[in-house]
């Protein structure tokens, strides 16, 4: 194992499930702690400072929305992945309501756990052709940059009103790689299909969901400006607008 090992926090209370998962990602040369409830995982979590968090829903003590609502009081950074069974959309948007980052059904394949796990902090291998040259996109504005992963709002003044700082406008990892795909291609419809496949490894219903949902997260950030828009083509994808 390096030193530069992706270190996983796994909340499940399936010990079968715990078990496999930690011995695969193991093998990929990932760092895993386990826990089996919300509240062991709450204090690993503080303990050990980990890249990301892994976490079943429905558990004893205390279920993983109350876990990460907590952990949201004090991190807004760190990744999380709700592992569920539910197929429920309203339980997928109050996870990322509370702070999900992502949502993976079970059950699933332990390759497209990897993949998310890399995207979310950011280890996903990118191609020679998919790399950029500049990082930063001007949207209206607004300016993203995709190495910090921020939006910055530059407001406009009027005449007589007073200087006002640029405001700074966190994205999750998530946030920042569909909003850079849709600025690499303003104008231009970008199609759902290859949105899903590069950032969640395929593009089932339920993946199809989260990233509407994702969508309706980056048109309130971006409303600051009212000549943005992010419209939605029926059935084939998203385009930017100004």
Not at 175 to 191: M, T, Y
Request: net charge negative; glycine share 6%.
């Amino acid at each position: 194992m390096t030193d530069n090992a992706i270190h996983v926090l796994l909340v499940e209370d399936e010990t079968t499930l715990s078990l496999i998962i930690k011995e695969t990602l193991e093998e990929q040369g990932f760092s895993i702690q386990t826990a089996q409830d919300g509240t062991e995982g709450l204090n690993l979590f503080f303990s050990s400072h980990p890249d990301i968090v892994v976490a079943d829903i429905m558990m004893p003590k205390m279920d993983g929305f109350e876990m990460i609502r907590h952990i949201r009081q004090h991190d807004t950074h760190t990744p999380v992945i709700f592992l569920t069974a539910r197929t429920d959309i309203k339980d997928v948007v109050h996870g990322f309501e509370i702070g999900a980052n992502d949502y993976l059904r079970k059950p699933f394949g332990m390759q497209e756990l990897i993949i998310r796990i890399k995207a979310l902090t950011g280890r996903a291998y990118l191609a020679p052709d998919k790399q950029q040259d500049g990082h930063c996109y001007r949207i209206g504005n607004y300016q993203l940059d995709t190495l910090t992963q921020q939006l910055v709002f530059y407001p406009i003044l009027r005449q007589g009103e007073a200087s006002v700082h640029p405001e700074v406008i966190p994205l999750s990892h998530r946030e920042a790689e569909i909003l850079h795909r849709l600025c690499r291609h303003q104008g231009e419809v970008v199609s759902i299909r290859d949105i899903l496949i590069e950032l969640w490894g395929n593009n089932s219903f339920f993946n199809t969901r989260s990233l509407h949902v994702f969508i309706t997260k980056l048109r309130h950030k971006l409303a600051k400006d009212p000549q943005i828009r992010i419209i939605n083509v029926r059935g084939i994808g998203y385009k930017l607008i100004r």
